[in-house]
């Protein structure tokens, strides 16, 4: 079983950061794709950013040029560095690897999440 463990998240005050930690059990992490989610109260989890196995990136249009997505393959562990965060990022983000592999013909996708960690940005 693959677990996900996040730690990072906290309460700062607007045009602060943080950096949020996902460290991977087992020995997938390598060929996983990673990503951060958030998820606002009342609202559907949204992609925050993105880093394949390949360590290319995309992000959200709201965090272009304030996070930066980056990942540890000997540490297995993947990490968002959140700079001048704003009130509107108060969410809980969620770690998340997508594994995609063939089951004899068929194309398998297994997805792991993280239990959540709070980020908190005041006024």
């Known amino acids: 079983q693959v677990q996900l463990v996040e730690s990072g998240g906290g309460l700062v005050q607007a045009g602060g950061s943080l950096r949020l930690s996902c460290a991977a059990s087992g020995s997938i992490f390598n060929v996983a794709d990673m990503a951060w989610y958030r998820q606002f109260p009342g609202k559907e989890r949204e992609l925050v950013a993105i880093i394949s196995r390949n360590r290319t990136t995309d992000y959200a249009d709201s965090v272009k040029g304030r996070f930066t997505i980056s990942r540890n393959n000997s540490k297995k562990s993947v990490y968002l560095q959140m700079n001048n965060l704003k009130p509107e990022d108060t969410a809980v983000y969620y770690c998340?690897?997508?594994?995609?592999?063939?089951?004899?013909?068929?194309?398998?996708?297994?997805?792991?999440w993280g239990q959540g960690t709070q980020v908190t940005v005041s006024s």
């Open positions: 998340n690897g997508i594994i995609t592999y063939y089951g004899g013909t068929a194309l398998i996708t297994d997805r792991f």
